[in-house]
């Protein structure tokens, strides 16, 4: 999670300029109980395609460079639900929603009221199709405005009463949909929430405009849809299906075996009176596979974001460069299908490590265990395997990458 903080200039009561820091939190709702979508499962914590929808959403803003942080409003049924879709990410924890929308989100900005932010993003855990471009659209807008909606206009006829003659048509010129996410500035959006407990409102903008504030429009995106019934979650498997990219790349890795205190490969320590001799901890396996998915995404490589004479780096756990590769992959809402790794070395013997090595993977990566592979070869001391001077490692990886279009 990145955690900048941007300055903004304001003019104050006596036209003195301000600085104020911009801190974005999106609050992602998602404590609702589905009853248009039953089944074993809350529509939030259905897995499609390998993630949950609510996992999708959450990864769109965590994922985004100028959202500092993310909380979710959940139910309290499903807390272990949660756990199992966010695991260990570096997110807010939650908090328990109530049982309307807008109670939901009522506590969750009082959840965050200690945090203060100056924006907060109100986005429904059933849109796991947001995209960075909108969630753009309504950050920058936000410099200009105290509120802002995406919207999209309404294109087919519209008809009052199924059973009733229509007395003239609707004009649909000035009717809009009106999405999510949703930005305001927090105190704003926090009153107005405060100030009216009683009605029932489903809309944060609405609301918003009940007390007198107004919302700038920017423009939605078809494929960010709320996903309400059987037939959205047809379509969202449509589109994702539709749109998806598989891309390949491959990573290698080599360094020198030096005197220390056991060897670190894929993110476990073999036990040995040696070590690789890296600025970092020398993980070739780790350093293979960033590179792997830096990749298949054309994201350059692991020097580009991790120079490695700088000394920031020294003896850092390779998980750290990982973790930067699958922030931007999840940016760009991709997943990993499968990895292969070969490890090319005389010693240590891989192959009693092979099992932990893969469970390891499998979490770091956030992907089931059939889909992680690792194999090691000696190359029959001739040379490529490097003597018993060095490890080496190569990684294939294949990233599923859905591709939103922007403008839709
Ligand atoms: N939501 C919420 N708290 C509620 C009701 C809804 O946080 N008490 C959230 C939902 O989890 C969802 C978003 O608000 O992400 C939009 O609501 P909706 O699509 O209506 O979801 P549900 O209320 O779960 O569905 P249904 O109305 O069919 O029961
Ligand atoms: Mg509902």
Redesign the pocket.
């Known amino acids: 999670m990145l955690a900048k903080f941007y300055v903004m200039f304001n003019l104050n009561q006596n036209n003195m300029i301000e600085k104020q820091l911009i801190n974005n939190i999106a609050l992602i709702?998602?404590?609702?109980?589905?009853?248009?979508?039953p089944g074993k499962l809350?529509?939030?914590y259905l897995d499609v395609g390998g993630r949950s929808l609510l996992r999708m959403t959450i990864d769109a803003f965590r994922c985004h460079p100028n959202i500092n942080n993310v909380k979710v409003?959940i139910n309290k049924n499903h807390q272990d639900l949660y756990k199992n879709t966010v695991k260990d990410l570096k997110i807010l924890p939650p908090t328990l929603?109530?049982?309307?929308?807008q109670?939901?989100v009522k506590l969750g900005l009082d959840s965050i009221e200690e945090i203060n932010p100056s924006h907060v993003l109100i986005h429904?855990?059933?849109r796991p199709l947001v995209s960075s471009e909108i969630i753009n659209r309504v950050l920058e807008k936000l410099h200009v405005a105290n509120g802002v909606i995406p919207v999209l206009p309404v294109n087919d006829t519209i008809k009052k009463g199924i059973n009733e003659a229509s007395p003239s048509p609707i004009d649909r010129s000035d009717l809009w949909r009106i999405q999510t996410p949703q930005g305001f500035n927090f105190r704003m959006i926090l009153d107005a929430h405060r100030s009216n407990e009683l009605v029932e409102i489903t809309d944060d903008s609405i609301l918003f405009e009940k007390f007198g504030k107004s919302c700038t429009p920017i423009t939605g995106s078809e494929e960010n849809i709320?996903i309400?019934n059987q037939n959205d979650l047809i379509w969202l498997k449509r589109i994702l299906s539709s749109n998806k990219l598989l891309k390949v790349a491959t990573g290698y890795d080599v360094h020198r075996l030096g005197a220390g205190k056991g060897i670190r490969l894929s993110g476990i320590t073999i036990p040995s009176e040696k070590s690789l001799i890296a600025t970092s901890d020398g993980d070739v396996v780790l350093h293979a596979i960033t590179d792997a998915i830096l990749g298949a995404l054309s994201a350059g490589d692991i020097g580009h974001y991790f120079p490695p004479d700088d000394e920031t780096w020294k003896n850092v756990d390779s998980t750290v460069f990982l973790e930067k590769s699958l922030e931007i992959m999840r940016a760009r809402q991709g997943y990993i299908s499968h990895i292969d790794v070969t490890i090319v070395c005389e010693e240590p013997r891989i192959s009693p490590y092979r099992k932990e090595m893969i469970d390891r993977l499998s979490s770091l990566l956030d992907i089931s265990l059939d889909c992680v592979s690792i194999k090691a070869t000696t190359t029959d001391g001739l040379g490529l395997s490097f003597k018993d001077q060095g490890i080496g490692a190569i990684a294939t990886v294949s990233i599923s990458i859905a591709d939103i279009h922007p403008q839709l």
């Open positions: 709702l998602a404590a609702g109980v589905s009853n248009r979508l809350p529509k939030q409003v929603g109530g049982d309307t929308r109670k939901s429904d855990g059933a709320k309400t």
